[in-house]
Each structure stands twice: as C-alpha cells, then as structure tokens.
Nanobody
Framework: QVQLVESGGGLVQPGGSLRLSCAASGLTFSRYAMRWYRQAPGKERELVASVSSSEATYYADSVKGRFTISRDNTKNTVYLQMNSLKQEDTAVYFC????????WGQGTQVTVSS
C-alpha cells in the first residue's frame, strides 16, 4: 500500500520561505518520479514541480527560480523548498506519484499573507 505523507506547511509572510516534505512508503521510492501539485480555492489542481528517478526536474513557469524540488532516496522523501513566497502561492500542496495509478498525500496548507 503506497502512502504519501506531507508536512511543513504553514503561515508565512510574503517574501518568506517554507520547506515541504513528503515521506513515501510502500514503493521502491528511487524508481519513481515524484511530483508536487497545488490547489487554490476555486481553482484546478496544478503541477508545481517534479523530479524523475534520474533527478531531472521540471517547474511550472510560475515558480521557476523560486522553488526547488529535491529527493533523498535514503529517506524515501521528496522536498519542495519554496523561497520568495507570494500571496498567489497560497494553496493546499499535494505530493503525488504514479505507479499503476495515481497516489496522493492528504495535502498540507500553505498560506502566504501579511
């Protein structure tokens, strides 16, 4: 049973930083791409960043240069370092991976507000 557990969300002022973590279990973690999505109120869920098994990365244009995705295969964990946060980054952030089907974590709330 694949499980993804996110942590690290919270309230931060504009310009601040947060680091999200996603601990994975039930899969051979190093073999799979990992992704971070986010969903703001009233909006569709969108892909924020991904890291492949070979550690190739992708970023949405809206977060390029501010967010960094990384993985630690020894800890079965993927991270999202978020710097220079903006109010428009406010959303629930979800960890995702895909084996035969999509797996999602429960989400962690990120609120950027002064």
């Amino acid at each position: 049973q694949v499980q993804l557990v996110e942590s690290g969300g919270g309230l931060v002022q504009p310009g601040g930083s947060l680091r999200l973590s996603c601990a994975a279990s039930g899969l051979t973690f190093s073999r799979y791409a990992m992704r971070w999505y986010r969903q703001a109120p009233g909006k569709e869920r969108e892909l924020v960043a991904s890291v492949s098994s070979s550690e190739a990365t992708y970023y949405a244009d809206s977060v390029k240069g501010r967010f960094t995705i990384s993985r630690d295969n020894t800890k079965n964990t993927v991270y999202l370092q978020m710097n220079s946060l903006k109010q428009e980054d406010t959303a629930v952030y979800f960890c995702n991976t895909q084996l035969l089907k999509n797996y999602w974590g429960q989400g962690t709330q990120v609120t950027v507000s002064s």
